[in-house]
């Protein structure tokens, strides 16, 4: 696959599209009649329903242990619900919404490890019908269902883990599909509404796609000679969407937790500290690559080349291209109106997580980027006939591969507190037998909060972890310790990578006062073949 478009093609193509309020293009003679596209959409939906179950369950209903940083959601969540308060009684430094939305399951079916991977299912769900509606605008023919597909084959299965990112990308995309075709003060006043729904899981990425939108008008006003007064007009139906979400939502846990800790948390300490951790800067760019044993990896290793290949060079090529139509072609700008909408959403997007753009993270926002690239390959021509042919077999392959796996593999389970969870890694596996049958629900561990989520185990501290970097304050480890002594902890999980002896204070380490705390009052219970180890108090 080409890094870099053609220009002519391109060209052509963007020729073809109608401008942004322009009705809908007549159809095509192989245009999908409405009933069969219906049908199919239905069978699509299906499809990745049945994909998604069965990556996330084992047969016929257990869920699969809910691992990554979904798990400090879900027990910041379960803290919510026992009466706790985010960033006064517990730290965190996203907004609240993916917590308020656990929360509200939790209160509804309780605390249950089915939840977090039924809520992927759901996602994945309406990412692929979101991008079958959006797609729909710019293709035709089957090729309308080739990005959901090329979607849920790659950045989608990389990344199971139901984070805020998932759940702000999703309001993002809704917000695309329902502007596409028209900007009218009530499409964009939702727009606006849930770019602010966006920034409730992720602070930078709400403002960001809502600062696109913003910029979007004012090309597609300048373009089309709008008047001054409706491009205003548009501006502040945005605007007042978005404020009235954000605003009423922030207020309440502003004044819950307090102004100036709500501030420090989500703020200060995300513009200060939080990019102390490699992985929360520049340098994790490319830095997660798969592991290279057993061929599965094969369908990892053309997903993370893929999506690092596609971002952020398919935007460059359009509005490159873009650029050089609107320079020698008079009025072409307006015809670009649908895929400008969907390049400046994407981009404004990956600039949301550029400063940490991991390749997790990148998945999470390249659906507008697959749109882009397969509306290209959507333009007449037989090599792009062929390519279009190849990643159909190469996604559909990797659709049904992933699931046989998970269901033929090996896996174990155990029966939790909250509820019969599978295993697919033997060690991590033999770590959770081990502490379930030595810990209680009367007992507290510190130092992995799905442990402490699916053991149903209290975590004492303010922290879900700590980190040897700036990232965890020295304040945070004095007000660690307090909480470990008051409680008198039972567990502790030291987990693999965090070393336990002293570091320099220079460093930016400063968990030193912790780690006398613990060779005073901890000894080393077990260590893991997970390379985690986890110390008992003393009596």
Same mark, same amino acid.
């Given at each position: 696959m080409r890094n870099n478009l053609d220009s002519s093609n391109l060209l052509a193509k963007l020729d073809e599209l109608p401008t942004g309020n322009a009705a809908p293009m007549p159809h095509r003679p192989d245009q999908l009649k409405n009933r069969t596209f219906n049908a199919v959409v239905i069978f699509m939906m299906l499809a990745a329903f049945a994909a998604l179950y069965f990556q996330l369950f084992i047969f016929p209903n257990v869920p699969l242990l809910a691992q990554g940083d979904q798990s400090i959601y879900l027990l910041n969540a379960r803290r919510m619900l026992q009466g706790q308060v985010i960033y006064r009684d517990f730290f965190h430094f996203t907004l609240p919404g993916t917590e308020s939305t656990y929360y509200l399951l939790f209160k509804l079916f309780g605390v249950r490890a089915w939840i977090p991977n039924a809520m992927l299912v759901l996602m994945g769900m309406g990412l692929v019908g979101l991008s079958v509606a959006i797609s729909r605008k710019l293709m035709s023919g089957p090729t309308v269902f080739l990005p959901a597909a090329l979607f849920l084959a790659f950045p989608y299965h990389s990344v199971l883990d139901a984070t805020h990112h998932w759940y702000s990308?999703?309001?993002?995309?809704?917000?695309?599909?329902?502007? *596409? @075709?028209?900007?009218?003060?009530?499409?964009?006043?939702?727009?606006?509404? &849930?770019?602010?729904? #966006?920034?409730?899981?992720?602070?930078?990425?709400?403002?960001?796609?809502?600062?696109a939108f913003g910029n979007f008008l004012l090309w597609e006003g300048r373009s089309k000679h709008e008047k001054s007064g409706l491009v205003i007009r548009k501006e502040v139906s945005l605007l007042a969407g978005f404020v009235a979400v954000v605003v009423p939502f922030a207020t309440y846990f502003a004044a819950k937790a307090g102004i100036r800790q709500f501030l420090w948390?989500?703020?200060?300490?995300?513009?200060?500290?939080?990019?102390?951790?490699?992985?929360?800067?520049?340098?994790?760019?490319?830095?997660?690559?798969?592991?290279?044993?057993?061929?599965?990896?094969? *369908? @990892?290793?053309?997903?993370?080349?893929?999506?690092?290949?596609?971002?952020? &060079?398919?935007?460059? #090529?359009?509005?490159?291209v873009n650029r050089k139509r609107a320079r020698f072609c008079t009025g072409a700008s307006a015809r670009t109106a649908q895929p400008m909408l969907v390049a400046m959403v994407g981009s404004f997007s990956l600039l949301a997580v550029a400063p940490a753009s991991s390749y997790r993270r990148l998945c999470t926002v390249s659906l507008p980027a697959i749109i882009l690239l397969v509306w290209y390959l959507s333009s007449p021509g037989n090599r792009k006939k062929l390519r279009r042919i190849a990643i159909w077999a190469v996604s559909l392959c990797c659709i049904v591969i992933a699931p046989l796996l998970v269901q033929t593999n090996w896996h174990a389970f155990l029966n939790l507190p909250t509820g019969r969870t599978a295993f697919t890694n033997v060690n991590v596996y033999d770590e959770y037998r081990w502490i379930s049958q030595r810990a209680g629900p009367e007992d507290s561990l510190f130092g992995n909060q799905l442990i402490c989520f699916a053991l149903g185990l209290r975590?004492?501290?303010?922290?879900?972890?700590?980190?040897?970097?700036?990232?965890?304050?020295?304040?945070?480890?004095?007000?660690?310790?307090?909480?470990?002594?008051?409680?008198?902890?039972?567990?502790?999980?030291w987990y693999a990578g965090l070393p336990l002896s002293n570091a320099q204070e220079a460093s930016g380490d400063h968990l030193n006062p912790l780690r006398e705390y613990l060779r005073s009052h901890y000894h080393l219970a077990e260590t893991f073949a997970t390379g985690d180890r986890i110390l008992e108090r003393q009596q």
């Open positions: 990308t999703l309001a993002v995309m809704a917000a695309l599909a329902i502007t *596409l @075709e028209r900007r009218t003060s009530g499409r964009l006043c939702m727009a606006g509404a &849930l770019c602010g729904v #966006a920034t409730w899981f992720t602070q930078s990425m709400g403002p960001a796609v809502a600062l948390c989500t703020v200060t300490f995300v513009l200060k500290y939080y990019p102390s951790d490699w992985y929360n800067n520049w340098r994790v760019y490319m830095a997660h690559r798969p592991a290279i044993h057993g061929w599965p990896v094969v *369908l @990892e290793w053309t997903g993370w080349i893929f999506i690092h290949a596609l971002l952020p &060079l398919i935007y460059l #090529a359009f509005f490159i975590n004492p501290t303010p922290l879900n972890f700590v980190t040897p970097s700036d990232y965890t304050r020295p304040e945070q480890v004095q007000s660690l310790v307090k909480s470990l002594e008051e409680d008198r902890a039972r567990y502790i999980l």
